[in-house]
């Protein structure tokens, strides 16, 4: 079945340290993205891609990293820099050139937990 | 910038209960809009989604009109069970080539037997 995997489902960090969070999607989206998750406060975007080589920051990039080498790969990286990073992250896909816009594919999520 | 404005939970109702979920946003253009689902510990699936003013998407029984006039997208639903205890996420995006969702902050849904 096509979908999108995000790996591990959970992770403990200690302070300091980056973290890097997988997202595999087979579906042959051009478009892939990360929100993060807390309670209370929806869905914000981190950073979105829409080609391989290429990204965007989203509303809350400062802390995170991201690269597309491969059209199915969108890693996550959560460095040290990021002040507050305990939440759950959600991977997402999407087509480009879809009628309407907006619909996304999401992934089971990964639960960063900093020590 | 775009936004959206949903009622703040949980709610908390009884099997056959009717379910209504307030959704508003603010968009200039011709914004889509989405019902989003998020069960226990899973990530997001699409509910339904409406493309354009007066347009209504359902599934699932449940519906939600695109209201232009009043900038709403209300999530119904005339009998609730158990299994729709979910959190609702209601997002836009706001057309024009844009690929971008904008979600509210969710209401988390329980249903008690």
């Known amino acids: 079945d096509g979908g999108i995997t995000q790996s591990p489902k959970y992770l403990f960090r200690k302070e300091g340290q980056n973290v890097t969070l997988s997202c595999e999607q087979n579906?042959?989206?051009?478009?892939m993205y990360w929100y993060r998750q807390d309670p209370g406060q929806g869905l914000r975007l981190i950073y979105y891609?829409?080609?391989?080589?290429?990204?965007q920051k989203g509303d809350i990039a400062e802390g995170y990293s991201v690269s597309r080498e491969k059209k199915e790969s969108f890693p996550l990286t959560v460095t040290s820099a990021q002040k507050n990073p305990t939440a759950f992250y959600l991977c997402?896909?999407?087509?480009?050139?879809?009628?309407?816009?907006?619909?996304?594919?999401f992934g089971e999520g990964s639960r960063l937990t900093v020590l | 910038g775009d936004s959206v404005t949903q009622m703040e939970g949980p709610v908390t109702l009884s099997e056959e209960a009717f379910l209504t979920i307030n959704c508003t946003y603010t968009?200039?253009?011709?914004?889509?809009l989405f019902w989003y689902v998020q069960y226990p510990g899973e990530g997001l699936q699409l509910l339904l989604k409406?493309?354009?003013?007066?347009d209504k998407g359902s599934n699932k029984g449940f519906e939600a009109t695109y209201r232009k006039e009043t900038t709403s997208f209300h999530l119904e639903k005339g009998s609730v069970q158990v299994s729709d205890s979910a959190v609702y996420f209601c997002?836009?995006?706001?057309?024009?080539?844009?690929?971008?969702?904008?979600f509210g902050k969710g209401t988390k849904l329980s249903v008690i037997p």
């Open positions: 579906l042959n989206h051009d478009a």
């Open positions: 409406a493309t354009k003013a007066d």
């Open positions: 997402a896909s999407s087509i480009l050139g879809q009628q309407p816009a907006g619909e996304l594919f």
């Open positions: 997002a836009l995006t706001p057309g024009a080539g844009s690929y971008q969702l904008t």
């Open positions: 968009a200039t253009g011709y914004p889509s």
């Open positions: 891609s829409q080609i391989v080589n290429d990204f």
